[in-house]
């Protein structure tokens, strides 16, 4: 299967880097290319660094950006930014989060609750997958699991029955652990959306090491801009958009001293201005596209007072 992914928020992201011709970018999440052509758009002799852990979506770009002198493309994780980019600074980063349509839309891949397949979830396509996860964690490891990156209120059961069923056989595959799960919720809970997409995402999660790699690596991304550069992020969950939110209210934060100090002793200045907060898809948008409905879109600026 071809890699395709349709990118959300695409104008509104662009627009927010406010691309200079001459400059350096990067999409650290590049995927199919989808944000990563719409940049060289508006470049002239600027350079696309093209970055994404996964093999498939390497293939991809490569052969999407064949013979384009202005695109760089790395297979490696985006926490990496400051040892790909060396002594350079880039004028814009992007970075698109969460799971690709190709993956999702993959069975063999292992994503998707929709689909019958062996239980994978690996974005790189190597180390731990999401079998090993259900079958060697501890009950209590899966339930926080569960309960802390899925936010689902039914994780203890979940888990219980998790470490009950692979007592009998491993749990191999996406629909033996979709059942486990519909088994461990009342039949009211399944009414709104299906009963595995917290489960799944937060396996997902954890085989990525996902909240791990953003957490250092937003500092690092933030670093390596150049004055005036522009860091965007699209988020798909709370947990990601609420680290987002925090760090870049971080990087925007000047003084803190008490508000009865008569002058400040801190000495700290903002080293960031937001630019966007939280922005959502239009609705043409979500009609096209449905996936996009939980994506934010964020921007912070570096600056310099």
Known sequence: MAFSHVPVLLHETVDALHINPDGLYVDCTAGGGGHSAEILKHLANGILLAIDRDPEAITALEARFRGDQRVEIVH????????????????????????????????????????????DMRMSKSGVCAADVVNTYTEAALFRVIRDYGEERYARSIAANIVRARAQKPIETTFELVEIIKASMPQKAMRDA??????????RMEVNGELTQLDTALDAMFDCLTLGGVLAVITFHSLEDRMVKQRFADFSQGCTCPKDFPVCVCGKTPRGKVLLKGQTASQTELEENPRAHSARLRAVQKIDL
Do not use: M, N, Y
Not at 88 to 105: K, N
């Open 76 to 119: 490696d994780t985006f926490d990496h930014i400051q040892e790909i980019l060396g002594d350079r600074r880039a004028d814009g980063i992007l970075a698109d989060l969460g799971v690709s349509s190709h993956q999702l839309d993959t069975a063999e891949r292992g994503f998707s609750f929709h689909k019958d397949a062996r239980l």
């Open 194 to 203: 299906h009963p595995a997409r917290r489960t799944f995402q937060a396996l």
